[in-house]
């Protein structure tokens, strides 16, 4: 089993920063890879960022140049550092692990981008 908690969400101006924590029960190198999801109000879920157990990163187009995902040095905590914030950034973000195959997930952070 695995358990992730994300932390980091508030409420933010546009263009400002905000960094989300996943912290995982254990080692995130464990994994095959580690993403980020985001839900907007009445709308999909939708892959932001992936992190490979390789250290390769992907990326949407919708947030390339201006979302960062890393690792740790702690070995059990994903980032996601988001500048340049937008009102369409607006959602729930969701971290997400696969683990032999599996889809584990935390409950989720709000990011609300607005003046």
């Known amino acids: 089993q695995v358990q992730l908690v994300e932390s980091g969400g508030g409420l933010v101006q546009p263009g400002g920063s905000l960094r989300l924590s996943c912290a995982a029960s254990r080692s995130i190198f464990s994994f095959d890879a580690m993403r980020w999801y985001r839900q907007a109000p009445g709308k999909e879920r939708v892959l932001v960022t992936t992190?490979?157990?390789?250290?390769?990163?992907t990326y949407a187009d919708s947030v390339k140049g201006r979302f960062t995902i890393s690792r740790g040095d702690a070995k059990n905590t994903v980032y996601l550092q988001m500048n340049s914030l937008k009102p369409e950034d607006t959602a729930v973000y969701y971290c997400?692990?696969?683990?032999?195959?599996?889809?584990?997930w935390g409950q989720g952070t709000q990011v609300t981008v607005s003046s």
């Open positions: 997400n692990a696969i683990f032999y195959g599996n889809d584990y």
């Open positions: 992190i490979h157990s390789n250290g390769i990163t």
